[in-house]
């Protein structure tokens, strides 16, 4: 069973498009988190949530829109995608609140805007 | 805001020597600090953690030890093996959130 799930896998669309990713945890956890991961690998948090409530937002431009409907599930969505959207989008969860404990990953988005 | 430097970026070892990774962090108080190891394609997996009130945790052939007086904390891996070979993160949490070092992509030649 995957613990933490996203889909799609891939993603390819056009500038200004817009588009969604979901990630799904079926560990029981209450905080899920998104990462961007660039070209160079770094690994920069954008979101956290706390039982469907935003904890953390990083500065993301206000065209990423995070969607908690559960605890279990963190969608994103992007609007008027740009180039530089290009990443490795991954979602994430812990077990508690706040960050004091591993962080089980999803598989990755790997999201390309042409 | 916390800051966790990473060195080096790229490490390059014979298989069955050691390795050392090193981080630095900012914010004092940071309390948990887990490594990650990124298989090429793969997604980030914790391998060990320390949390503050300990200074040296091993776990196999993986040791991490933390300073907290000097805000910095190393991966020790021993008898490296070509499947060590892939990018390993530190990270550092207050509580409020986990910050990610800026990798180290470490090759290990049979």
């Known amino acids: 069973d995957t613990a933490v799930s996203q889909t799609p896998k891939y993603l390819v669309t056009q500038m200004g498009n817009d588009k969604s990713i979901k990630c799904e945890q079926n560990?029981?956890?209450?905080?899920m988190y998104w990462y961007k991961q660039d070209s160079k690998k770094f690994l920069k948090i954008m979101f956290s949530?706390?039982?469907?409530?935003?904890?953390i937002n990083e500065t993301v431009p206000n065209r990423f829109s995070p969607k908690s409907p559960d605890k279990a599930h963190l969608n994103l969505h992007i609007n008027s995608l740009e180039l530089g959207d290009s990443a490795v989008y991954f979602c994430?969860?812990?077990?508690?609140?706040?960050?004091?404990?591993?962080?089980?990953f999803g598989q990755g988005t790997r999201l390309t805007v042409v | 805001g916390e800051n966790v430097e990473q060195h080096p970026s790229t490490l390059s070892v014979q298989e069955g020597d050691s390795a050392v990774i090193k981080c630095t962090y900012s914010d004092s108080a940071s309390n948990y600090f887990p490594w990650y190891k990124q298989e090429l394609g793969k997604r980030p997996q914790l391998i060990i953690d320390i949390r503050s009130n300990v200074g040296e945790k091993k776990d196999q052939r993986i040791a991490v030890t933390l300073n907290k007086t000097a805000k910095h904390f190393s991966l020790h891996i021993t008898e490296t093996q070509p499947e060590d070979s892939a990018v390993y993160f530190c990270?550092?949490?207050?509580?409020?959130?986990?910050?990610f070092g800026t990798g180290t992509r470490l090759q290990v030649f049979p």
């Open positions: 994430a969860s812990s077990g508690a609140t706040g960050a004091n404990t591993e962080a089980f």
């Open positions: 560990l029981g956890h209450d905080t």
């Open positions: 949530y706390n039982n469907k409530e935003l904890i």
């Open positions: 990270a550092a949490s207050n509580g409020d959130k986990l910050i």
